[in-house]
């Protein structure tokens, strides 16, 4: 069974600093990794998904990797915003199932 | 739809209540996954459908946990006589089809608090 491992937990940073947040997954027969970002009290939405035959995704200030042979992916957030803060949360796409990690709550201090 | 739609955002029922969630995922998506998420946790997995059909309900806790997609469209998840541990975030998502790695759309989820 797929084990996915957020670290760390939480994250408090001062506005402007760049920074990685870790996922790792014990099987690598993934089709794909997806990262997600989730407001409190709100649904998932979508950042970044990274295709198995990829190495990396880029959206604006976001660049996700995917290490498959290691069973890791980063999500790097450049220049953060206190609009960042959210949980950010990261899943394997197997088969027919997707599983998640805990997250990483983010907070940006202004 | 534009996008993946669940009702009622917010449900409160008292416990050995039953409790319907429906979901409506994106047009022409044939593959739709229901998900709990507790407080702090990210979302486990209870069942997905390919179609009509419920390819995988290894996910549901226990026999009073029941969901139907009778048209392969909206998809419905029945809870009978809740219980307080059933209180989470319920969330449905759908993607073009099972399988090949397909992106999942997820819905803003249905908080159930039981009392």
């Known amino acids: 069974k797929q084990e996915v491992t957020q670290i760390p937990a939480a994250l408090s940073v001062p506005e402007g600093e760049n920074l990685v947040l870790n996922c790792s997954f014990t099987d690598s027969a993934i089709y794909n990794l997806q990262w997600f970002r989730q407001d409190p009290g709100k649904g998932l939405t979508s950042l970044l998904l990274?295709?198995?035959?990829?190495r990396e995704q880029t959206s604006g200030r976001l660049n996700a990797s995917l290490d498959k042979s290691s069973g890791r992916s980063t999500l790097y957030i450049a220049a953060s915003q206190p609009g960042d803060s959210a949980t950010y949360l990261c899943a394997t796409v197997g088969d027919n199932d997707m599983r998640f990690g805990a997250g990483t709550r983010l907070t940006v201090k202004p | 739809g534009a996008g993946v739609s669940q009702t009622p955002s917010n449900k409160v029922t008292e416990k050995g209540k039953y409790v319907e969630l429906r979901c409506d995922p994106i047009s022409g998506h044939t593959a739709l996954y229901w998900y709990r998420q507790s407080l702090g946790q990210g979302p486990e997995f209870l069942i997905y459908f390919q179609g009509t059909g419920a390819a995988d309900d290894s996910g549901l806790p226990n026999d009073r946990f029941f969901a139907v997609r009778p048209e392969g469209s909206v998809s419905t998840l029945k809870i009978q006589r809740t219980e307080r541990g059933d209180s989470a975030v319920y969330l449905c998502a759908s993607s073009l089809q099972a399988g090949l790695g397909y992106g999942y759309t997820f819905g803003s989820g249905t908080r159930l608090t039981v009392v």
């Open positions: 990274i295709q198995s035959s990829q």
